[in-house]
């Protein structure tokens, strides 16, 4: 999955960016009544290793099926 789909999925469900630094992006965002932050790294057009990916929906606690390929903007 490429990072701009990542960021695609993220923002439709309530995340917001609040900071970056160089091509790390931190969005915020409310899953459940509790606020998680989460960091996304790289640069748009990248694919993002399987182990990143996790690591992101765990952080942002949004079903696994949101993450799949293919899925972006559902």
Do not use: Y
């Amino acid at each position: 999955m490429k990072v701009r789909d990542v960021i695609r999925v993220l923002n439709a469900h309530g995340f917001r960016l609040v900071r970056q630094r160089g091509s790390h992006r931190h969005f915020q965002g409310v899953v459940e009544g509790r606020r998680h932050m989460v960091t996304v790294p790289g640069k748009g057009g990248e694919d993002l290793k399987p182990g990143t990916l996790s690591a992101i929906r765990q952080q942002s606690e949004l079903p696994r099926h949101l993450f799949r390929q293919g899925s972006a903007g559902k």
